[in-house]
Structures are given as structure tokens and as C-alpha cells.
């Protein structure tokens, strides 16, 4: 059962245990705010007014993790809770294995759920190095539990064989950078959920990550397939931002961007129309 009323609600999730090559997305949450809140910009979203500050966008501050099954579980809990109340949750990551815990907590709640997922991994791998539940694993472990109904990955460019395996297994809808340049975009409706790894973007717009990947999206691209989407967002995390690989705060920037308008497209959605938000 869907909560009544979604309102946003930023969640930090310090964690980069999960991640292979380098670590440093457990800064994210403190960067990204700095950068949401800093006097250099302004509140507004661009298409739905003001949508962060007092009434807008609640702040839960960052969870307590320590340890992969522990933050796990932390994450699962403290999200449920939420989204079971009339909260939609921005998760602030993190490396991207935070999702897999989240959309056990909201994946229940929302029959036909869609996840949109950006990046330039499918991260479907089975394991990672040993690990089931690195962060290039989390959405094998969500279509394993059929915690969503479809999943819908945009921006893809570095699929290996196994991975290609996974998506056939999986029955996903990918639009890899190749079918994007032709033209291809999501069509997606119903409740849907977004995953916003901030590697999908070319590393001229993001800097900040720890796998730069070239060939990828622009922020106006993620921008227009955000604005088009027909179902109401229940809720999204922006993950993989690395501060120590950033330049100038460009990266901290651009996520702050996507929040304001992940924000302002939950309050003004939809979801927001049916139950009356203004």
C-alpha cells in the first residue's frame, strides 16, 4: 500500500565499504549538502518553484553505519519506517550498494514499482570480487528478490558478458550510450523509483566520481528524462559522488541540482497533485 502523501526527506548514507577501486563516497552527504545549502545558488527548482528549505525538503541527517551487514540492515530499517509514513526518501550515498537494502524497504510498498537507474555500470554483476554484495551488485540481489517490477537502466557503457548474461536473465530494459545516440529514450510510468549513480555522467560534468567512464550523459540529458516521466517518484538516491576526486565542488554542484529537482518533482508530481500539496 502506497503511503498517502509523499512529501521529500534527504537521508545521508556515509558508506563506501562496498566499494572496489577507491573509497571516498562516504564524504558525499556532508559535500553534497554544502553545496545544496551554499548562498552561491538559490532554492528554486526549474520547472515546480522553491523546493528545498523550511516545508520543502526535511532533513533526517546521515544514519550510523558501520560495517557491510550492519548498514545493511541500519539502511533497510530506517527507510522503511519512512517510507512507510509519508516520506520519499533522497538518499545521499554512499557507493551504490545502499540501494539494494533501500528498495528492500520500498519495494513492498508500491505495487508494479519501476526503477529508473543512470549509470554507466549495469552493476548486475552476480559477485564482485568475492563480494555479493558490492556496489557493483546491487540490482542482481534486487531482481533476485523481486523486490521491483521492471528496471529500466539508461546511460550503460561498459557492459561485460556476464553482465549482458544478467540482463537477459533479468528481463531488463536497457538504454546503453549506443541506442541513446540513436535516439532511444524510457518511457516510464506508474510509481517509479530512481537510481542516480553520478558516474553516468561524462566526466566533463562530473569530475567527482570514482569510476570515470567517458562517452556519457550530459546533466541536461538526466534533466529531460526526470521532467518526462509520467508516474510519481516514491523515492531516489544520488550515489558514487567521490569529494576527494572532485574539482571545485563541480560534482557537489551537480548533485545538489538533481536534489532540488528530485524534490520539486516529488512535491509537484503526481502523487503531490492527488493528495493535494500545493
Partial sequence: MCPPVALP???????????????G????????????NSPAGNAWSERHGPSIGADLLDDAGDLALDGPAQSRDTIEREVRLLAASRWSPILLGGDHSVTYPVL??????HKGLTVLHFDAHSDLYDEFEGDRYSHACPFARVMEEQLVSHLVQVGIRTLTGPQQEQAKRFGV??????????????????PVYVSLDLDVLDPAFAPGVS???????????????????NGPIVGADIVEYNPAKDWDGITAQVAAKFVKELAGLMRRGPLARLTGLP
Fill in 173 to 190: 530494459e536497457m538504454i546503453d550510450m549506443r541506442a541513446w545516440a540513436d535516439g532511444a529514450r524510457p518511457s516510464v510510468g506508474g
Fill in 211 to 229: 569510476h570515470r567512464e567517458p562517452g556519457g550523459l550530459s546533466v541536461r540529458d538526466v534533466l529531460s528524462v526526470l521532467f518526462a516521466l
Fill in 9 to 23: 526527506v534527504l537521508v545521508g548514507l556515509p558508506y563506501d565499504a562496498s566499494s572496489s577501486f577507491l573509497r
Fill in 25 to 36: 563516497a562516504a564524504g558525499a552527504p556532508a559535500a553534497i549538502r554544502a553545496a545544496l
Fill in 104 to 109: 528492500r524497504a520500498i519495494g513492498p510498498l
